[in-house]
């Protein structure tokens, strides 16, 4: 299976060091003339799309930029999608667990066919991505959630929380990144038709994080905790963020399994606690 991963940001380079088959093209698409041409030059059996918009220095960028991020997050993913039908290329289309909002229809979490409620710029972008490419035959999205990983990087959540003086503390679920490279190839593998929630089964709130932090990495850090109002109320953000708890019943059917969220979060910061004092 030869790989070709769009895209040169913090999921696409992380793929594509963990692939022996994957090349990576970070040449810009603008039009479905430029996706063909590329896929004329990989060669590729199968497309993951990385390319995405999510705002410097986060998402609170989106809401002045609605031209630039619904451009990134939505018309440029059809026309990658258009390009892949036309070569009868399977693609998987990175996707977000952030067109959620709060309580879930069922107490088990947001499932795979519950319409999203998107509240934010972003979110929108992502959903009607979602909402476009759910359509095309032959065409997977995985929807990844608060990205946690053992090597340290400004898209980490665990360098995200130890940078913040404030933090909601929230229960959420989650995406460990070792876990999602791995399901990545095997839906790929599989060629697999739909939408899927990659995340660790349960969830897991901030300050879990943080107390599993402090005892495992740096017992010196602190921090103050305040709820999510408190967030756009202090000026810490424009809008709210997405909280949520998603299920993977797609994943179910397939047979494939993420670890549970709180053990492979253990496992992801003792690691990253080794890289950290190699450094």
């Known amino acids: 299976m030869k790989i070709l991963i769009l895209g040169k940001g913090y999921i696409g380079t992380?793929?594509?060091?963990?692939?022996?088959?994957?090349?990576?093209?970070?040449?810009?698409?603008?039009s479905i003339d430029d996706a063909l041409q590329i896929l004329e030059q990989y060669q590729p059996d199968v497309v993951l799309n990385t390319i995405g918009i999510k705002g410097k220095p986060n998402v609170d960028w989106c809401e002045t930029h609605q031209i630039e991020t619904m451009w990134g997050n939505v018309v440029v993913p059809i026309m990658i999608a258009q390009a892949c039908?036309?070569?009868?290329?399977?693609?998987?289309h990175i996707g977000s667990g952030c067109v959620y909002y709060g309580d879930s229809p069922s107490p088990d979490g947001w499932t795979e066919d519950d319409f999203a409620n998107p509240q934010a710029t972003y979110s929108k972008s992502k959903y009607a991505a979602d909402l476009a490419l759910s359509e095309f035959p032959n065409t997977g999205i995985?929807?990844?959630?608060?990205?946690?990983?053992?090597?340290?990087?400004?898209?980490?959540?665990?360098?995200?929380?130890?940078?913040?003086?404030?933090?909601?503390?929230?229960?959420n679920s989650l995406t460990v990144i070792e876990d999602m490279v791995d399901v990545l190839y095997q839906l790929m593998e599989k060629k697999a038709i739909g939408i899927f929630h990659l995340t660790n089964p349960g969830t897991i709130r901030h300050k879990e994080i943080i107390e599993m932090y402090q005892k495992i990495v740096d017992s010196s850090i602190t921090k103050k905790w305040i709820s999510?109002?408190?967030?756009?109320?202090?000026?810490?953000?424009?809008?709210?963020?997405?909280?949520?708890?998603?299920?993977?019943?797609?994943?179910?059917?397939?047979?494939?399994?993420m670890r549970p969220v709180k053990e492979a979060v253990k496992d992801?910061?003792?690691?990253?606690?080794?890289?950290?004092n190699k450094a």
């Not at 929807?143 to 229960?171: A, G, Q």
């Not at 709210?240 to 059917?253: I, W």
Request: charged share 30%.
């Open 14 to 30: 992380r793929c594509v060091n963990s692939w022996p088959n994957a090349d990576i093209c970070t040449e810009k698409i603008n």
């Open 228 to 257: 999510n109002d408190e967030l756009v109320k202090q000026g810490l953000a424009v809008k709210g963020r997405s909280n949520n708890c998603l299920q993977s019943e797609n994943l179910s059917k397939l047979g494939i399994k």
């Open 142 to 171: 995985a929807r990844i959630r608060m990205p946690l990983d053992n090597i340290p990087s400004p898209s980490n959540i665990i360098d995200k929380l130890v940078t913040y003086e404030k933090i909601i503390d929230v229960e």
């Open 268 to 276: 992801t910061l003792e690691k990253y606690a080794t890289l950290k």
């Open 85 to 92: 039908q036309e070569k009868n290329i399977y693609l998987l």
